[in-house]
């Protein structure tokens, strides 16, 4: 039953014929889960509370940082330095505080995938990485839950709803594996116009809330793509593939893949530091306290280098590395290298690139200045 504050609230609801008195208790008994509290999650669980479903659920183990607030708003100044769980919670109970919100400070991974998304009715996906996006789309294939999916690059948005409990594809029919690593640039690298995902993550919103009312046509089988710049929507037909590994006719992959490992950088042979390829921001540290003889690549973005740097890295962003490569090659191919951007993907990418190129003792900075901010 919904309470005199709650009909006063949802009024405009009741007029849509689509939802109504009973449609707004639907929403009320309802449960969803924001896979992500960033981008696209943002404005997802904002609208989700606003419309009144009873039950949020939202998964992320990070805080919130300066560079969020360009397209994360569901977070504020206010909340620089606190968990993104704690940040999106105060703001959904300040919109509805008939809404309950339920925090998951976890990464969503194989591991408890199963035990989080089992509580929830639809799994709104909000990722922003390959090895998160596929532990959504198979454990909702599992537990035969709708996965509302969307993407952003640049200017341009991807959305569909992936149920084939419902008669439509999964994710992995359209694309069966995760890509090779480094094929893909992150929003970090390639940039993302903030709005963009206010704009999707919105569109996540609506169809959830159209799937808990059984009202309109969900983007089953289709892939809507938004172009920003030309102002335009397509569409793309998606069928569901007999010969897909998860929902196929033959099905190979019958639980849960942690992606992590195949997604991250590619592991080279015979370096000599430990865990081969990798170097810690400590280690780092200790070598430049200790009057490194080698040479600190920063291969972000000047932008990036000029709000923040270690003074002894030499700046060289990622697309000048191969005409560097010749001064490279002068100092001399077993010259200890130590690769080092904002989180350690790039850097991994160009540490890959070098090893091609010959040298021997290239090592990526894991974690990146965004670690090394945090010695």
């Known amino acids: 039953m919904l309470s005199q504050e709650e009909q006063a609230r949802y009024a405009r ?32 669980c904002l609208y989700l509370a606003a419309a009144g479903v009873g039950r949020i659920g939202i998964v992320d183990p990070d805080t919130v940082e300066l560079s969020n607030l360009q397209r994360q708003i569901v977070h504020s100044q206010s909340s620089l330095g606190l968990s993104k769980l704690e940040s999106a919670t105060a703001r959904l109970r300040e919109i ?57 690059f640049r200017f341009e948005g991807q959305l569909s709803v992936f149920a084939p409990h419902l008669g439509g594809p999964c994710y992995r029919c359209m694309l069966p594996e995760p890509p090779d690593a480094g094929s893909v640039p992150s929003c970090a690298e390639a940039g993302v116009l903030g709005v963009l995902p206010g704009i999707m993550g919105s569109l996540q ?70 865990n081969q390829d990798e170097i810690s921001v400590e280690q780092l540290k200790s070598k430049l306290d200790e009057s490194f003889n080698g040479l600190l690549l920063d291969v ?58 010959g040298f021997t003792s290239v090592y990526n900075v894991t974690g990146g200045m965004d670690a090394w901010s945090k010695l």
């Open 96 to 152: 509805n505080p008939h809404v309950k919100v339920e925090q998951h400070a976890c990464r969503f991974n194989a591991e408890n995938a199963m035990a989080i998304a089992s509580q929830y009715d639809v799994i709104i996906d909000g990722t922003d990485n390959f090895p998160t996006r596929y532990i959504s789309n198979d454990v909702s294939f599992f537990l035969k839950k709708p996965n509302v999916y969307a993407s952003i």
């Open 205 to 274: 919103a609506m169809e959830a809330i159209k799937i808990i009312l059984g009202c309109g046509t969900p983007p089953l089988g289709r892939l809507i793509h938004y172009d920003a710049l030309n102002t335009s929507f397509r569409e793309f037909k998606l069928r569901r593939d007999p010969e897909c590994p998860l929902c196929g006719e033959n099905p190979s992959i019958t639980h849960l893949i942690d992606y992590e490992q195949n997604c991250s950088s590619k592991t080279k042979p015979t370096n000599m530091m430990e």
């Open 13 to 44: 609801h009741f007029s849509l014929q689509q939802v109504g008195v009973a449609g707004q208790e639907k929403l009320k008994k309802s449960s969803i889960l924001c896979i992500g509290a960033g981008g696209l999650g943002s404005p997802s």
């Open 300 to 357: 972000r973005e000047s932008w990036e280098y000029g709000a923040s740097h270690i003074d002894a890295a030499r700046h060289v962003p990622m697309g000048e590395i191969p005409e560097f490569i010749p001064e490279l090659k002068a100092m001399g191919e077993e010259q200890e290298l130590l690769i080092i951007c904002k989180s350690g993907g790039r850097s991994g990418r160009v540490m890959d690139y070098l090893v091609d190129q």
